[in-house]
């Protein structure tokens, strides 16, 4: 079970910290990402990192202001992120993909969070 926290509501500027959590099975041994849903739109990529942390990928739109990172003691994945744009509005999704290296589609991941609104006003 994966769990994300740390959305909210935040000026164009701010930052936030989003945080996932996972329960009932070690994640050492999966990449995982976010991705994000805006309304009326898809869901699409926005970060990934391979199992150790080594290796990450970002989408264009966020590369340079967002970091995914993750704490395999603590079995948790962070995405912070900085300057957010009203753009970045969406419901923020973490996911584990059972390949161990960074994983930029949304069919190689196997589990799923249910989401946190993160709302960037203008």
């Known amino acids: 079970r994966l769990v994300e926290s740390g959305g909210g509501l935040v000026q164009a500027g701010g930052s936030l910290r989003l945080s996932c959590a996972a329960s009932?099975?070690?994640?050492?041994?999966?990449?995982m990402g976010w991705f994000r849903q805006a309304p009326g739109k898809e869901r699409i990529f926005v970060a990934t990192v391979d199992w150790d942390g080594d290796l990450s990928e970002y989408s264009d739109s966020v590369k340079g202001r967002f970091t995914i990172s993750r704490d395999n003691a603590e079995n948790t994945v962070y995405l912070q992120m900085n300057s957010l744009k009203p753009e970045d509005t969406a419901v923020y999704y973490c996911?584990?993909?059972?390949?161990?290296?960074?994983?930029?589609?949304?069919?190689?991941?196997?589990?799923w969070g249910r989401g946190t609104q993160v709302t960037v006003s203008s």
């Open positions: 996911a584990a993909s059972e390949y161990t290296n960074p994983q930029t589609m949304d069919m190689m991941y196997n589990y």
């Open positions: 009932g099975r070690k994640i050492t041994n999966y990449a």
